[in-house]
């Protein structure tokens, strides 16, 4: 007999959510014994999914406009009860973190999302007396998907912090969690370590999506830091994912960095973007919270130098060889990247080490949502 599991991808929207969608439905794919009611937002990147996926006999999209976050909440809870009906849906998949209240059609909720989750990021509102902006930001949504997962029993996540983390805000006692790798690890997907010869030009990569000035993704730190290596005349260029006019109309943004700058907006081409991973390149990042930071793994996988905060999650995903810095002190990032510089080692050593430890510890977790699915299931 075939489960019919309805996929609730509703919110997915930027470039780390789009990356484990795909992945997720390139798992799906492999198994006839599950058929698939996907819901998610219209937007380009979803439509560019849809195209690639819906010829396959054991999809079906249900693709809905974005008409906000009330909305949402309507469709999910009471639309799906129709949905579940007529369609016999054995098992839901929360991908985006939400739970249906008024179903008892078995539930997993994957937690990808510790916007909502993190003490520290909560102290960083304050020290910038920013309560309106934190209130519309992350309590509101705190206090709704904190409801949600009080209903859940089984949870999804990709890293132990995540479970840490999540332990601060509700009772995680009888809650079943289940740990998955959303990323590729096969020997094929790592590059060797990149050549460095900082005599000449170093070029820094800043990945980051639409919402880059909200305060968790502290680019602040990063555009403060480029200010000093450029006081101290040093050779460099940045490589950012952003337009110049997201940046030139933000309040983040050093203007005068403009001319170090290749604005690169958006990139969905994935041969566009492992070619940046290149020579002589340092990615660097600043987010305050991230359940993985996909674009880190990206760097560490392409072989090239990285540099991320000292939190919690960085040093859990990471591994203790990661090269971090003080959060929301952009000296101290200035120090790292100065450390990287004037190093006489050819830095391969460390980026294999990390390699070899993201390997190690991916591996470790469920490889399929199919193994997840089973083991909800059968609870």
Known sequence: MTNKVLINAFGIGDSGGLTVLEKLLDELSTNELYYYYIVCNKNKNINQLKKKYQKLANFTFEVVPSKGFLYRLYYENIVFRKLIKVNHIDLIYNFSGSVQFFVKTPQVTKLHNLLFFSKKLDIIYKINSQLPLWVKQVFLKRLVFKFMLNQSKCIEIQSNHVKNNLSNFINIRKKLFFVKSDIDVSDNVFHSPRKYNFSKKIKFLYIVGPHFEYPHKNLVDFTNSMLRLNEKGVDFEINITLTSNQLNNSKVWDLSLNSKTNFLGYISDQEKMTELFCDNTILISTSIIETLGLHVIEGIKNGIITIAPNESYARTV?????????????????????????????????????QDRLKKSETAKHSNILDIFKGVLNV
């Open 318 to 354: 990471y591994g203790d060889n990661m090269i971090l810095y003080d959060t929301l002190n952009s000296e101290s990032l200035l120090n790292a990247i100065q450390v990287v510089l004037e190093s006489d080692s050819p830095h391969s050593e460390l980026i294999l080490s990390l």
